[in-house]
C-alpha cells in the first residue's frame, strides 16, 4: 500500500522563504535557514521521489507549532481551546507549505491532512477549517472526533464531512510517540493504524529493517486472520469502509 506520511516542512526551507510568515517558526522574520545537512536533506528529498509510488504525501503543518511573540503555542491551525486561527493566517501557512514542496520536486497530490497534535474543529461551513482544506485541494482529515470542537454534530459518530473534505475516525494511537522499535500492537477495530516515526525505528540505525520487518509480519499474519483488507492508499481504505458501515443490501423477489 502507499502509506499516508504526514509531513512537517519548515526545516527544509531552501530560500529563507519563511522569513515572511513569522508565526510559523521559532525565530519569527529573523528566519535563517541552516547550513547543516543539507546534502542529507536532498539525498531524503531523493528517496521520497523515488519511492512516490509507495509513500503518500500528507499534510501534517508547516511548523507544527504557532509562534506568536517569540512564544510558542501547541498548534499550527487552532489553539490549545480547538478554536481555529485566523483564516487568512492559515491560507499563507498552507501557501508556503506547497511552495516548500516545490523547492524539492515534490509533485504529490496531496489529498489527507493529519492535525497536530489532533487540534481540530468541525461545523461553521461557512467559515470553518474544511472549507480552508477544500480551497487546496484537501480532501480528507484523521481526527479523532471525542477531541474536536464541535460546532455541529457530526452526521455519525465515526464519519462526518463538510466543505466536501471527508472526516473519518482514526482513534487514538496504541503506542506513545516517542517509543523507539514499538513492538507491533493495533486492535483492528477502526480503519486507520497511526504511528509515528520513532514507533518502527531502532536506536541503531542499521537495525531499522529488523523492526519494520517484523511489524510487516504482524500484518500479514493479523489481517490474513481477521480477514482485513489492506488498502491500496487513503482514498480506497476510506471508501470500503463507507461502504462496509454505511451502506445497506436489500433483496426484492429475486432482484438485489
Known amino acids: 500500500m502507499r502509506i499516508l506520511s504526514g509531513f512537517v516542512l519548515c526545516e527544509w526551507d531552501k530560500t529563507d522563504l519563511l ?3 513569522p508565526s510559523a517558526t521559532w525565530m519569527g522574520d529573523n528566519w535563517r535557514v541552516s547550513p547543516k545537512d543539507r546534502e542529507k536533506k536532498e539525498l531524503a528529498a531523493w528517496i521520497i521521489r523515488k519511492e512516490k509510488e509507495h509513500i503518500e504525501f500528507g499534510l501534517h503543518g508547516l511548523g507544527h507549532e504557532f509562534w506568536a511573540d517569540g512564544k510558542m503555542e501547541r498548534t499550527e491551525f487552532h489553539n490549545d481551546a480547538c478554536k481555529m486561527r485566523e483564516g487568512d493566517e492559515i491560507r499563507r501557512h498552507l501557501v508556503c507549505f506547497f511552495k516548500l514542496m516545490d523547492q524539492y520536486g515534490f509533485d504529490f497530490r496531496v489529498n489527507a491532512f493529519i492535525p497536530p497534535a ?9 467559515g470553518g477549517f474544511q472549507k480552508i482544506l477544500n480551497e487546496f485541494g484537501i480532501q480528507y482529515v484523521t481526527p479523532v472526533f471525542n477531541r474536536l470542537r464541535l ?41 486507520v493504524m497511526a504511528l509515528h516515526w520513532a514507533n518502527i525505528l531502532h536506536c541503531d540505525p542499521e537495525q531499522n529493517l ?6 510487516v509480519k504482524y500484518f500479514r499474519e493479523k489481517c490474513a486472520r481477521k480477514g482485513v483488507l489492506v488498502a491500496r492508499d487513503t482514498e480506497a481504505c476510506f471508501t470500503q469502509y463507507i461502504y462496509k458501515t454505511m451502506s445497506r443490501i436489500e433483496k426484492e423477489g429475486k432482484k438485489y
Open 151 to 191: 460546532y455541529e454534530k457530526p452526521q455519525t459518530p465515526k464519519i462526518a464531512w463538510e466543505n466536501k473534505v471527508l472526516l473519518v475516525e482514526r482513534g487514538e494511537a496504541e503506542l506513545p510517540w516517542k517509543r523507539v522499535a514499538g513492538e507491533p500492537e493495533f486492535r483492528f477495530d477502526r480503519p
Open 118 to 126: 489532533l487540534k481540530h474543529s468541525f461545523g461553521n461551513p461557512g
Open 19 to 21: 522569513r515572511s510568515l
Open 210 to 215: 529488523t523492526v519494520v520487518e517484523k511489524w
